[in-house]
């Protein structure tokens, strides 16, 4: 069963900008902070992202300034707009949703960033 669907992402240039989207319940949405983390190849997973339900938000310092992450209330989604891309920001990007006892993930959808 999935529980966050992910779309966006794909094949983009440098000094582009995505839009990933993570849609899920109600139950969840209104319950956990909702986050967007990356994991590269050959790296451990990271931390991009994330948004309390009450809209607090953290980014990591090497998305900060050019990333927004936001909730849509009405429509159970999170999203996460990055502009400025880079090539560094190639990864697979996971939605998850979090609270103090348990973390939900999605199944990730890739970024390529090409100079």
């Known amino acids: 069963q999935v529980q966050l669907e992910e779309s966006g992402g794909g094949l983009l240039q440098a000094g582009g900008s995505l839009r990933l989207s993570c849609t899920t319940s109600r139950s969840i949405f209104i319950t956990y902070t909702m986050g967007w983390y990356r994991q590269a190849p050959g790296k451990e997973r990271e931390l991009v992202a994330t948004i309390t339900t009450g809209g607090i938000t953290v980014y990591a310092n090497s998305v900060r300034g050019r990333c927004t992450i936001s909730r849509d209330n009405d429509k159970n989604t999170v999203y996460l707009q990055m502009n400025g891309l880079k090539p560094e920001d190639t990864a697979v990007y996971y939605c998850?949703?979090?609270?103090?006892?348990?973390?939900?993930w999605g199944q990730g959808t890739q970024v390529t960033v090409s100079s």
């Open positions: 998850a949703a979090q609270t103090m006892r348990s973390s939900i």
